[in-house]
Nanobody, 115 residues
């Protein structure tokens, strides 16, 4: 069983930065495929970035060059460094883990970018 807990959300002005963290429990973290998703009000949840156990990264086009996903397997943490934030980045950000056929989600953390 894997539990995920996000933190680091908040209110920031456009152009600012935030770093989200996702803390995981369980002994298999190092082999878990991890990702960040977000959901804006009235919209579907969308992929933001993913990182494999070998730290290969993938980003949504809308965040390329501005966001960086990383992981620390020893600390069982996944980070999302967000720079040059835009109002359209506003939403609830969720951490997701995938191991085999199972997926795990955190409870989400709110990010609000004011113009």
């Amino acid at each position: 069983q894997v539990q995920l807990v996000e933190s680091g959300g908040g209110l920031v002005q456009a152009g600012g930065s935030l770093t989200l963290s996702c803390a995981a429990s369980g002994s298999l973290f190092s082999i878990i495929f991890m990702g960040w998703y977000r959901q804006a009000p009235g919209k579907q949840r969308e992929l933001v970035a993913t990182i494999t156990s070998g730290s290969s990264r993938n980003y949504a086009d809308s965040v390329k060059g501005r966001f960086t996903i990383s992981r620390d397997n020893a600390k069982k943490l996944v980070y999302l460094q967000m720079n040059s934030l835009k109002p359209e980045d506003t939403g609830v950000y969720y951490c997701r883990g995938e191991l085999g056929l199972r997926e795990y989600w955190g409870q989400g953390t709110q990010v609000t970018v004011s113009s």
